[in-house]
């Protein structure tokens, strides 16, 4: 059996070694190419297997996890904006609550996600305008890094080129970012066919225009664990974050919490 870990930011530096030590112990943790490896002959193995995932590229990344992966020689992969390499442009969801001034910041990025992509950039820029502030500034990742890190076990693939809301983005836009990002990561070498649906939304239309643009392994955020057989374009995978205590860590694992969430969900809908 394997199951898929997707990670974002890693700043607790003392309770990820811990989970990556855990890990280790308890699990043989694949590199990408075992891992697609795996899925091409549909092997099962006897000792649980896992592939650790970090999405969006965040430079914490870089200067958290690396070092403890690399100590620890264990392998992993991270999925990259290739718009925000080498720049100092922000994520656009971290812009939202430094331009906006007047209502609930994390709403109204819950609420971005759920219109027209045209939209949701035309909102940011109207924020921008109205705000009167300067640029917001946050160090991305550098091509060097990422070469760095290819060398040491840390497969670089794909999150889009601007990390927009598939299921909100019409096809042109959709052709756009596969086009681009593909193009970005193919030069430097990297694992340009292995992508991560931004934000995880998921769509049909996405899934046809990822598979005609030559994607071979795409991941879903979904927090279930994998099904068999496995479609490699639907890959689930559990979420945890560098603060996730052992025994939560033990308990996502063993599959309950997925189980369980919806159901406390539902729950909270009546309370
Ligand atoms: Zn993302």
Redesign the pocket.
């Known amino acids: 059996m394997f199951e898929v870990l997707v990670y974002h930011k890693i700043h607790n530096v003392i309770n990820f070694e811990r989970q990556i030590v855990f890990l280790k112990k308890k699990y043989t943790i694949l590199n990408l190419d075992k891992f697609k490896e795996n899925i091409r002959r549909n092997d099962d193995y006897n000792k649980p297997s896992l592939l650790l995932t970090f999405?969006?590229g965040d430079i914490s990344f870089y200067k958290n996890a690396f070092p403890i992966l690399k100590k620890h020689n264990v392998p992993a992969v991270i999925f990259v904006i290739t718009d925000l390499i080498n720049t100092n442009k922000p994520f656009w969801w971290d812009a939202i609550p430094y331009y906006n001034i007047d209502v609930d910041a994390s709403k109204l990025v819950w609420d971005v996600k759920k219109v027209p992509n045209y939209r949701r950039i035309e909102i940011l820029q109207e924020l921008k305008n109205k705000s009167g502030k300067k640029d917001l500034e946050y160090p991305q990742l550098t091509y060097n890094q990422l070469e760095e890190m290819g060398k040491s076990g840390i497969s670089i693939a794909n999150?889009s080129h601007t990390?927009p809301i598939f299921d909100q983005c019409s096809n042109q836009e959709l052709r756009y970012e596969m086009e681009f990002s593909i193009k970005v990561l193919k030069e430097r070498n990297h694992y340009y066919d292995v992508f991560a649906y931004?934000?995880g939304n998921f769509s049909l239309e996405s899934e046809e225009i990822i598979r005609d643009s030559g994607i071979k392994f795409a991941f879903l955020f979904d927090h279930k664990m994998k099904k068999n057989p496995i479609n490699p374009l639907r890959i689930s995978r559990l979420m945890v974050d560098d603060t996730t205590s052992l025994w939560k860590f033990k308990f996502i694992l063993s599959g309950l919490h997925s189980k369980i969430l919806p159901l406390r969900k539902k729950v909270a809908k009546w309370l």
Do not use: S, T, W
């Open positions: 999405d969006d999150h990390h931004p934000n």
